[in-house]
């Protein structure tokens, strides 16, 4: 099914290109004029700045020339390292430049048919959820020296570089509003994927061949087959200042694009065939279009000479001075500390191969609904709530908080991102209801004011709360929560502080009690069998029932199972049993019942699986806790 697409600002593409060229004229955009205001929002711009049509810079203008290319790109006057180098990556994946550029063979000028040429054009990226589609006209700004003042192409023909910048920079409020970003919001915007950070150890790294044999192959496989676009750079240290250049002549704080992650065969003739000598080497791309990198595999340095001209171009290996070089993996687990992995995340549903699932969810951050990071236990649990179920033994979970983008308000002074992050709660099996008590953290998120959050985890069969927060309780906005696993996960917000009264009584007694039970790791079951049987555990109250997983063939199941009874006569049992899974008729182990009791908050209670009573207090097979409280606000 095709993804929405919304207009920016209700200006639509196709309406607006109709109604010019009935009118014979070239499309002027009224919402970004070529104004200071749409250059800078804090400094004037330099004298001399004009703004012109493509046709008045070159006779013969192209969207593209030969083709689009990662090659194609030069930064400019304009401090935007990490948007040029996000676009460098996406000009090396045809399915996704032409999600951004759509229609572009409609878009492309027709020498033949001058006529059809309105001067105004259209980029898509990808916001909070949703494909916005920006219309442009072509009026670009130049300097003095009758150059683009910000990115272009090599080929001053093309032109699909720097009018797609001037849509994003029309999307951000301003040209200069591109200052200073992470490059892992722009490969989000320009693809639609998750943005994974990776913190490079560099001292691990270059101790251990082990650890940086398996970055290598993380980032060749999500290269070649994933189609991930990457990206890298090197933090600048305390007191060292931004873009500072290094003595190889890589920069500090500059965003480089990864183009390529492959292993070349080094030697000639007979010694490359038999010898067979390969290094794991990685291509780079600069922004500014130089390439900066004068260590070993730089431009024109001895080391080529080992490469056989057939094995250049069989790996498609080349040697330029236009951004684009290469260097040794080693070399770049030694200099790069961050590394940004976007993955496409396919939402198909019929697919030969498993893909990830995507569940998302919209959320808010209001007033009564914005208590900040664990750390603040008394509010925490007002913010937002969101349920999931995990079906098997053990899922790989990725969770992806995104907030509201606040680059366009940075005019107004309010452009500034909240510092976001998430917690994941273990809950009961059969919760329906909001948590009103932390329990069991079972993964959290790192905390910052980045535009979103990622987390890769792994997590066992079970119902999880993630809980959504700024940092600091009132930070009010708007957020898209992702969730990625291999299997139906069910994801929905918890909007009730309560269960449903249809669940359980929509008259009940004022001496109600809740009660939450939990069955934690089991000792070795001594059974007489002459086989471990499968073994599962069955929680019943006043006709309800949750049942754990079965675990096979083991006499030491690891129960962590979690239930909450509302029970609406306080008298009335909870029961807990264990059965062993049979070919025909399953077979009952041993049974508890956990009998009312008065004014005690807490109780630990063993089940004996020979003669099934109960006995507080005794270290036996299945430990069993539980929780009550005459109010149901309290839980």
Not at 216 to 222: A, D, G, H, K
Not at 349 to 368: N, Q, V
Not at 407 to 418: F, I, K, P, Q, S
């Amino acid at each position: 099914m095709p993804e929405r697409v919304q207009v920016f600002k209700g200006q639509r593409y196709h309406q607006l290109k109709r109604r010019c060229l009935h009118r014979g004229v070239l499309f002027q955009d009224p919402l970004f004029p070529p104004c200071a205001e749409s250059l800078f929002y804090r400094r004037a711009p330099p004298t001399g700045i004009t703004w012109k049509r493509p046709r008045e810079l070159c006779k013969d203008p192209r969207l593209f020339v030969d083709g689009i290319s990662s090659r194609d790109l030069h930064q400019g006057s304009l401090g935007n390292c990490w948007m040029v180098a996000a676009t460098s990556c996406l000009a090396t994946e045809p399915s996704l430049w032409k999600k951004v550029i759509p229609g572009h063979c409609e878009q492309e000028w027709n020498p033949k048919r001058p006529d059809l040429y309105a001067g105004i054009f259209h980029f898509r990226f990808w916001r909070l959820g949703v494909w916005t589609d920006v219309v442009i006209d072509d009026r670009l700004p130049v300097g003095p020296d009758g150059q683009l003042l910000f990115c272009r192409s090599t080929n001053p023909r093309e032109f699909w570089s720097a009018l797609l910048e001037k849509a994003y920079a029309k999307l951000n409020g301003c040209y200069e509003a591109l200052e200073g970003g992470n490059t892992a919001e722009a490969l989000v915007d320009f693809t639609g994927g998750v943005s994974e950070p990776l913190c490079l150890d560099r001292v691990g790294l270059a101790q251990h061949p082990d650890q940086r044999r398996a970055l290598y192959q993380t980032l060749s496989r999500v290269h070649s087959r994933g189609g991930a676009l990457i990206t890298c750079s090197i933090r600048p240290g305390e007191g060292e200042g931004v873009e500072s250049v290094l003595d190889c002549g890589l920069v500090k704080g500059h965003a480089y694009g990864v183009t390529a992650v492959r292993k070349v065969r080094v030697g000639s003739g007979l010694l490359a065939l038999f010898k067979k000598s390969r290094l794991h080497m990685i291509r780079m791309r600069n922004p500014w279009g130089t390439a900066d990198w004068t260590g070993a595999w730089s431009h024109g340095s001895p080391q080529w000479q080992q490469v056989s001209r057939s094995e250049r171009e069989k790996m498609g290996v080349t040697v330029r001075d236009d951004g684009e070089f290469w260097m040794e993996f080693d070399d770049f687990c030694r200099f790069f500390t961050d590394v940004v992995v976007c993955r496409r995340m396919e939402r198909a549903l019929l697919c030969p191969r498993p893909r990830w699932r995507e569940a998302r969810r919209y959320g808010e951050w209001s007033e009564g609904r914005c208590g900040g990071c664990v750390n603040h236990r008394d509010s925490f649990l007002h913010n937002p709530q969101f349920m999931l179920e995990l079906q098997r033994e053990r899922d790989e979970v990725l969770i992806c908080l995104q907030q509201e983008d606040k680059r366009a308000r940075r005019r107004e002074g309010a452009g500034e991102n909240l510092p976001i992050g998430f917690e994941v709660l273990r809950v009961e099996a059969n919760r329906q209801s909001r948590v009103q008590r932390v329990g069991e953290q079972a993964a959290s998120s790192v905390y910052m004011d980045s535009r979103s959050v990622f987390l890769r985890t792994e997590l066992s069969q079970g119902r999880y709360v993630i809980v959504p927060t700024t940092f600091n309780p009132g930070g009010a906005g708007r957020f898209l929560l992702r969730v990625f696993t291999e299997t139906h996960v069910g994801l929905r917000e918890l909007k009730e502080d309560l269960p449903n009264p249809s669940t359980w009584s929509c008259c009940v007694p004022a001496s109600c009690r809740v009660t939450a039970v939990t069955l934690r790791q089991a000792s070795k079951l001594g059974l007489p069998h002459c086989r471990a049987p499968d073994v599962y555990a069955v929680m019943r109250c006043e006709g309800s029932a949750v049942r754990s997983r079965v675990f096979r063939a083991t006499s030491n199941p690891q129960f962590n199972l979690r239930a909450i009874f509302y029970r609406r006569n306080p008298e009335r049992h909870v029961k807990i049993e264990i059965w062993a899974r049979g070919l025909l008729m399953d077979t009952l182990l041993g049974r508890v019942r956990l009998p009312a009791w008065e004014n005690e908050k807490e109780k630990s209670w063993v089940i004996d699986l020979q003669d099934g009573q109960s006995r507080p207090g005794v270290r036996s097979c299945i430990h069993v806790d539980t929780a009550s409280s005459d109010c149901l606000t309290d839980l």
